[in-house]
């Protein structure tokens, strides 16, 4: 009994690398590669979307780990989304012609990389975000840096010593750099280790540096601080931040952009 179920066990693994390594397939494909009928397939298809490997759509299959992260990454992007774009075009004033720049991960991040792409200036990136570096690719006024390391847990970006020693070879004019918690008092936070390591890392090789955050990241609470207020050259955050905790940072920090957003919004509109 054993040996008869080997070629069902086979071919599933083999559909789980294919999937793996694209982020679809249909059947009939599956069925050519394969050299079984398309029923097979369905059933095959039909025993891993039971296991929770797969999700299965008209036609074929996408891995069911890859649908959750694209969509976990996408609600935290559309969070406070009009803030994020309204911080992203302040930011991308700051930088010009020729400058080497750090950006890590993050939506608030990716936003300000979605208005470098359409700037025109001619500028290096160094990235630990393969969401930044997707939005970046195939500008030909941007050279684009992926830094070495490993893919972190539950989102596209890379964190480990070969991120880190990558960092120590290059040398950036400024840093964009976000944060999953701010604290008025002592500073920035990251949810884990490997990713604070990677941001103050960025932010030792920077000659400038720049924070770029959300009202809503005041709300928040995470375990890894990173880097104080004073180790920071430019905060920008958005009117949607707690009054009270705003005037807290003007106190402490050495500069700091508020952004109307409802301005920010009328701006983007005109362009």
């Avoid at 679809?24 to 369905?42: A, F, K």
């Avoid at 025993?47 to 797969?54: A, G, P, R, V």
């Avoid at 840096?145 to 539950?154: N, P, V, Y």
Wanted: glycine share 8%; net charge neutral; aromatic share 6%.
């Amino acid at each position: 009994m054993g040996r008869s179920a080997q070629p069902g066990i086979d071919r599933r693994r083999k559909i789980l690398k294919m999937l793996r390594a694209g982020s679809s397939i249909d059947t009939s494909s599956l069925s050519r590669s394969l050299g079984v009928s398309e029923m097979t397939i369905r059933r095959d298809l039909r025993f891993l979307e039971d296991q929770n490997s797969i999700v299965r759509s008209y036609g074929g299959a996408t891995l069911a780990r890859r649908i959750n992260l694209e969509f976990q990454f996408d609600q935290r992007r559309q969070g406070n989304l009009a803030a994020k774009q309204a911080i992203g075009r302040v930011a991308s004033r700051l930088v010009t012609e020729g400058e080497t720049v750090f950006i890590d991960t993050g939506t608030t991040t990716l936003e300000f990389a979605r208005v470098l792409a359409r700037q025109g200036i001619p500028i290096t990136v160094a990235t630990s975000s393969l969401a930044v570096g997707s939005e970046l690719w195939g500008q030909e006024h941007i050279k684009v840096l992926m830094l070495g390391g490993q893919l972190r847990e539950g989102s596209p970006d890379l964190t480990g010593p070969l991120c880190e020693h990558s960092l120590q070879l290059l040398q950036a004019s400024r840093a964009f750099l976000g944060c999953d918690a701010l604290s008025p008092e002592r500073g920035f936070f990251a949810r884990d280790t490997e990713g604070a390591r990677v941001s103050a890392t960025m932010l030792k090789y920077a000659a400038w540096r720049c924070i770029l955050a959300d009202g809503n990241k005041f709300e928040q609470q995470a375990p890894v601080r990173y880097a104080g207020v004073d180790e920071i050259d430019l905060i920008v955050t958005d009117n949607s931040a707690p009054s009270e905790q705003l005037e807290q940072l003007r106190q402490s920090a050495r500069a700091i952009e508020v952004v109307d957003v409802n301005v920010g919004a009328k701006e983007a509109a005109e362009c």
